[in-house]
């Protein structure tokens, strides 16, 4: 079954970056496109950014765009987010899934906890 493992998150000060993992298991990782998504207190689950399977097309959230980067290592079965310039606003739980711009899988992992405060 799908299995998708976050991990990379932590406390950072604004303007600080952290680099997310998500490692994936259970599926033909290298035909599959993948998106990050995080889900804020109070608001609801919302896309960050997609990439395609084979890694050359990436789609962010206007509030990523220049500040996020995802990538992915088809070989390792894993893709990253590098988050740099963080803002008060870019805390809540990260979570990786399935398909490029909306989620394409009912397992969700656990989630990353990234809190941006100084």
């Known amino acids: 079954q799908v299995q998708l493992v976050e991990s990379g998150g932590g406390l950072v000060q604004p303007g600080g970056s952290l680099r997310l993992s998500c490692a994936a298991s259970?599926?033909?990782?290298?035909?599959?496109?993948m998106s990050w998504y995080r889900e804020a207190p109070g608001k609801e689950r919302e896309l960050v950014a997609g990439?395609?399977?084979?890694?050359?097309?990436?789609n962010y959230a206007d509030f990523g765009k220049g500040r996020f980067t995802m990538s992915r290592d088809n070989a390792k079965n894993r893709v990253s987010l590098q988050m740099d310039t963080l803002k008060v606003e870019d805390a809540g739980v990260y979570y990786c899934?399935?398909?490029?711009?909306?989620?394409?899988?009912?397992?969700w992992g656990q989630g990353t906890q990234v809190i941006v405060s100084s």
């Open positions: 899934n399935i398909g490029y711009i909306r989620p394409m899988s009912n397992s």
């Open positions: 259970g599926f033909r990782f290298s035909d599959a496109h």
């Open positions: 990439i395609w399977k084979d890694g050359s097309i990436t």
